[in-house]
Every structure is written in C-alpha cells, then in structure tokens.
C-alpha cells in the first residue's frame, strides 16, 4: 500500500462514504446509503479522473480490486446483479462504483447514480455490513 | 477474432446499436442516439453477464478494448469525461458502455442510463461518426 505525496480523498466523497480498507492501489469506502450496498474504490492517484488517466501497472491493480469486491459483494449479498461504472460527471477524482442491485431495489431497472437522496446506516448496521464484506473476501 | 458457437447478440442490443467492429473479444457497436457519443463493447461468450463472469485471459482482452475505444472517442469527440459502465439490470448479456460525455449534454451531470427516449442518427451522421472514430484509432 503506497500513497503518493499529495494525495487526498475529494470531501465529497469523504462525506458520502465510510471507509473500509486501504488496498494495494485503492481506498475502499461503503457508500453511506443503506438502500444499495455499494461500495467505491478510489485509487490514490493525485490529479487521475479517467481509468486511462493511470499507468499500465496501476490499471492491472485497479482491475484486481474491481474483481476482487465484485466476487465478495456477490458472495456477500447474493445480489441479482452487479452495477460496476466510472462516471466522475460530480466528483472528478477517479472512483469506480461496484453495487449490489436486487429486482426491485428503490432504483430497479435503473442506475442507482442520481436516483434521490441517501438513507444513511445506522453505526450498527454499517458495522455488521463491512465485517460480512470482509468475511466475504473483500479485503 | 472468434466468436464461439452459440454466441448470439440480444435483440434488444441489437436493435438499440448499429456495429462498428468486431474486436478480438468483443463486438463493438454504436448506441444508436445521437444525443451522446454511445459506445458498446459486448464480449462474443455466451452466458456472461457479469465482468467477473469471463476467464482472466479474456478480462484482459476487455480492458484493453475498452481502453482502446476510451482512447479513441476521447480523442474523437473532445469530450469533458467518459463514463464507463457494465450495468446489465435491462438486457443480462454482458456488455459495457464508454460514453463521451459534455458539460451540459441532455443528461449531464446524471448518467446516460434512464435518460429518456434515443434521437436516432440519420444515416449519413452515424456514417460520418464510425468513420471519425476509426480515423481516431478505436478498431
């Protein structure tokens, strides 16, 4: 685990989102809305906004981690499908997306980006989550 | 380039897109709505419907085209960001979209998914783009 001098987790993102794990190239935080688990990893990388933005090297690990929290959200959750994106049209710091989606979750059959305000975790709860995560795998 | 018995295209994509190219893993093909610079790569393995659903040899064939045509239609468009995603909640076959995305285009700064109804390209405009987009190197 390295991080680069200089770089900070955008405060939008801090405010949105607790953390999990510091990965090989990643910070992993749970997105603080207990409608959707979901979970975004933010390379620490200063000044990246596209995944192409990161060197050779970086993107193999970046897509390790991907697969990586897929596999133990999946597990964890036994989700219908997996929602996986890098958008940044808000927040212009590089982050990539992985969400567990459930036929009819609040945003079902749509994406969970912009589909109202969050309902945040209560501490239990949030606690209870991430450690299934990491019984799951994710770290 | 091989594309397994089988393997068959979904309707639905088939009739949202118009093709481009087919790439080692993936057919690549164009969203047919002008209102976005639309790009879909759907890897030719029946039965994936997730990332982590492909062998490894073949995630690394995915990543490097989707960094190929993220190049090519940054290159192409001079977009502001891209957006890519694997979502899969409407049509389960595999398929991830890179999207060229403008500081007030019709949907910023929401994702193009649920963004209301396509506005097709007349022929000569879809034409014109693929041609763009090949001079820009993404087959």
């Not at 200089?6 to 405060?11: I, N």
């Not at 749970?30 to 990893?41: A, E, G, K, S």
């Not at 192409?52 to 970086?58: K, Q, R, S, V």
């Not at 212009?92 to 309902?119: E, I, K, M, N, Y």
């Amino acid at each position: 685990m390295t991080t680069p001098a200089g770089f900070a987790l955008d405060p939008r993102l801090s405010a949105d989102t607790l953390a999990v794990a510091a990965l090989a190239l990643s910070d992993l935080r749970l997105m603080n809305d207990r409608r959707f688990p979901w979970l975004i990893l933010v390379p620490r990388r200063t000044g990246a906004a596209e995944i192409i933005d990161l060197a050779e090297g970086d993107r193999g690990l970046l897509y390790g981690e991907i697969a990586r929290v897929s596999e133990a959200l999946k597990a964890a959750t036994g989700c219908d499908k997996l929602n996986v994106g890098a958008l940044g049209n808000v927040v212009r710091q590089l982050h990539v997306h992985v969400v567990a989606r459930f036929a009819g979750d609040p945003a079902w059959a749509g994406p969970v980006w912009g589909s109202g305000p969050a309902t945040r975790y209560t501490a239990d709860e949030a606690v209870r989550l991430i450690a299934r995560l990491k019984t799951a795998g994710i770290t």
